[in-house]
């Protein structure tokens, strides 16, 4: 039996998932475009705060604040209309994802600052660019927007984020974006959920 979601009110979430047997979930373009889209419609529909995103081949991440306890349905409106849309589109039937989409609460500023380094770090430690700012036709990141290097996503909560982490000028190296590695993000958040437990978060 699965574990039920915990849905806090005025909440930040690390929201991840990957493809099933990590196969390929964003085959082009046009896919992307309709998961950032779907970013979009909770942002309207579910009165959630889109803070930062990053699309790899066969996973994703983004960092949200839901203004409701309704996390469960924000995870579910993204999860289902996109496995929808790819079934559909390239004829396929079953699960698209790995598991049901993830999420982990933020209840830290520092771990929230983290959580934004290790998003927008993704396409860097994976090799697909070598700097923040080179732009590759298979990775759709916030980044570009937060640094106002492109324009795309004016519903991007961009003001509300730099606000949050205090931010002054978000063009400033290694206050959006750092190095870090996937096992010190690790690390990290072994310590954040053990705070949370000890709290009674979750």
Known sequence: MRKPRINHPNSFYHIYNQGVNREIIFKDKEDIEYWVEL????????????????TMQNHFHCLVETEEP??????????????????????RVGHLFRNRCQSQIICNLEYLRIVVWYIHNNPIASGLIKHMTELHPMVYTSYHDLVGITNKYLWLA???????????????????????????????????????KISGLI
């Open 158 to 196: 961009k003001s509300r984020l730099l606000k949050k982490l205090d931010i002054l000028n978000p063009k400033k190296n290694h206050q959006l974006w750092d190095s870090i590695k996937r096992q010190d993000f690790a690390d990290f958040t072994k310590i954040e959920v053990a705070y949370q």
């Open 70 to 91: 309704n996390i469960s349905q924000v995870l579910w409106h993204i999860g289902y209309y996109f496995a929808r849309y790819i079934n559909k589109k390239y004829g």
């Open 39 to 54: 970013l979009h419609e909770v942002s309207r529909k579910l009165n959630t705060h889109v803070y930062c995103f990053v």
